[in-house]
């Protein structure tokens, strides 16, 4: 059965840094590429980045980029979304999702991908 499941969301100071992990099961990591989004309270879920089965990547999404980046590991199954000088907008609940080996054209939209994680929260308050 396949799974994705997020970890890492917290309660952050402006300017702070999180590191979010996106653990998989149930197929092989390197054969499905892995976007992230986000969704603040009473906003349309967005995409912010994916990051295809070779590791090549998309455009960030304009608000997060120089902030935040996009990792894998393979071996451990994992894709990582390292986000740094934290701001209040980007307080949300952050997803991650899993569609087969490369991002797909409108990787910014939701219904592109197959497989999602349940998403963790993230509030960037002081």
């Known amino acids: 059965q396949l799974q994705l499941v997020e970890s890492g969301g917290g309660l952050v100071q402006p300017g702070g840094s999180l590191r979010l992990s996106c653990a998989v099961s ?15 309270p009473g906003k349309e879920r967005r995409g912010v980045v994916c990051i295809n089965n070779s ?21 451990r199954n994992t894709v990582y979304l390292q986000m740094n000088s934290l701001k209040p907008e980007d307080t949300a609940v952050y997803y991650c999702a899993a569609v087969a080996r490369s991002c797909p054209g409108f990787y910014w939209r939701s219904d592109e991908y197959n497989y999602w994680g349940q998403g963790t929260q993230v509030t960037v308050s002081s």
């Open 26 to 40: 149930g197929f092989s990591l390197a054969s499905y590429a892995i976007g992230w989004f986000r969704q603040a």
């Open 55 to 75: 590791g090549g990547t998309t455009p960030y999404l304009d608000s997060v980029k120089g902030r935040f980046t996009i990792s894998r590991d393979n071996a």
